[in-house]
């Protein structure tokens, strides 16, 4: 079956440092990818996707790129703020069928000034 | 734009006790709906999904029941709480089979005691 491996955390970095959150999958087929983020207390907030091999998903100058050779879809960011310290959820799901995105554990970041 | 409510955002209930937890979307009609879980400290379970009213794809058997009265709305419920079933309770939709991208609601923490 499909599953997700993050590393685990917790990852703490200073303000200002470069964010590398690991995470490959296991799945048959082309999966559509992803990130969420959760903020302590809240419900998951959709980061970035990506849908096809290279594609590269971005935003609030997060990224990852959709690697089928070494089935990975590591999130980046070049400098990290306080306001990101957050559990980062990598997740994969098959589009055409109804059923459950299939996650990782979720990597807990931890940024200080 | 798309809503997503969930009630009550948190719960503290005694072992035995029934159980019914709400979530309605808003702004879309007949989304593919779903029930998650997050024990502390680890990731995300699928517990239901559903396609449409009155249909209901069971992940893991447990004392949990779900239920699709109305297209946006989709209601968790338990005739007997279990210590085991504290934790963080999210939903979610999905547009159609054709997209791939799941949005989530707030959560509702549930504590039995």
């Known amino acids: 079956g499909d599953s997700v491996t993050q590393m685990e955390g917790p990852v703490t970095l200073s303000e200002e440092a470069f964010l590398t959150i690991n995470c490959t999958y296991t799945?048959?087929?082309?999966?559509?990818l992803f990130w969420y983020v959760q903020y302590p207390g809240e419900g998951l907030q959709l980061l970035l996707k990506?849908?096809?091999?290279?594609d590269k998903g971005s935003n609030k100058g997060f990224e990852a790129t959709y690697r089928k050779e070494t089935t990975s879809f590591h999130l980046e960011k070049g400098s990290v703020q306080v306001s990101d310290s957050a559990v980062y959820f990598c997740?994969?799901?098959?589009?055409?069928?109804?059923?459950?995105?299939?996650f990782g554990t979720g990597t807990r970041l931890q940024v200080t000034l | 734009s798309q809503t997503i409510h969930q009630w009550p955002a948190t719960l503290v209930q005694p072992v035995g006790s029934p159980l019914s937890l709400e979530c309605t979307v808003e702004g879309t009609s007949n989304p593919n709906l779903y029930w998650y879980r997050q024990a502390a400290g680890r990731g995300l379970q699928l517990l239901f999904y559903s396609v449409g009213i009155g249909q209901i794809s069971s992940e893991v058997p447990q004392n949990l029941s779900a239920s699709r009265p109305q297209d946006r709305q989709f209601i968790l419920s338990s005739k007997k709480l279990l210590l085991s079933d504290s934790g963080f309770y999210l939903c979610?939709?999905?547009?159609?089979?054709?997209?791939?991208?799941?949005?989530f609601g707030p959560g509702t923490r549930l504590t039995v005691l």
């Open positions: 799945a048959t087929g082309y999966p559509s």
């Open positions: 990506a849908t096809k091999a290279d």
């Open positions: 979610a939709w999905m547009a159609s089979f054709s997209t791939d991208t799941q949005y």
């Open positions: 997740a994969l799901f098959h589009t055409g069928t109804a059923s459950k995105l299939t």
